[in-house]
T-cell receptor, first 113, second 113 residues
């Protein structure tokens, strides 16, 4: 079992829909939780990060962490075709004295007009 | 702002050939990473360097070697390429604290025939 599980999709939604992307994890040492967005043939870019349980909102995006359930979510409101990308969850915990980001497989999101 | 620069962007190798992927960052980051990304597998850590002068194995190090040449540069070498090493390779860098964002290069698309 991978430390971070994420459904690869693809997830296809109409423009304007609310999108929910999720990851589960098994390592209790993870402390910071991040969402990266990756457009086709590009490198991933950080979208949001959160620390500990709770919600964080940034425009149309909300990141949610439930450490007790080892479950994180990213919600996208009023989704746009420009949101079509792969979304990777990532978590950071200490390993051998260093903080190493561990990534999920990524969920491919398609928002159609 | 160059950020993280990878060279080359594309490469085709024959089985058994060797090559070095170059990575340089201009953000004065302590930590650097090499990931490979395969369909359905997400980003998998090959090697990382927590600071100048140190390197450590990640999840999938077999068949690869790395060199942290200085604080800016972190190279990945394939000594004898195999078709299983066909992938997209990403270099990333970050400060060494738990909450720091990883910045990615644009990737190197490697095909081994």
């Amino acid at each position: 079992q991978k430390e971070v599980e994420q459904d690869p999709g693809p997830l296809s939604v109409p423009e304007g829909a609310i999108v929910s992307l999720n990851c589960t994890y098994s390592n209790s040492a993870f402390q910071y939780f991040m969402w990266y967005r990756q457009y086709s043939r590009k490198g991933p870019e950080l979208l949001m990060y959160t620390y500990s349980s709770g919600n964080k909102e940034d425009g149309r995006f909300t990141a949610q962490v439930d450490k007790s359930s080892k479950y994180i979510s990213l919600f996208i409101r009023d989704s746009q075709p420009s949101d079509s990308a792969t979304y990777l969850c990532a978590m950071t915990g200490i390993s051998g004295g260093s903080y190493i980001p561990t990534f999920g497989r990524g969920t491919s999101l398609i928002v159609h007009p | 702002n160059a950020g993280v620069t990878q060279t080359p962007k594309f490469q085709v190798l024959k089985t058994g050939q060797s090559m070095t992927l170059q990575c340089a960052q201009d953000m004065n980051h302590n930590s650097m990473y090499w990931y490979r990304q395969d369909p359905g597998m997400g980003l998998r850590l090959i090697y990382y360097s927590a600071s100048e002068g140190t390197t450590d194995k990640g999840e999938v190090p077999n068949g690869y070697n790395v060199s942290r040449l200085n604080k800016r540069e972190f190279s990945l070498r394939l000594e004898s390429a195999a078709p299983s090493q066909t992938s997209v390779y990403f270099c990333a860098s970050s400060e060494s604290t738990v909450s720091d964002e990883a910045f990615f290069g644009q990737g190197t698309r490697l095909t081994v025939v």
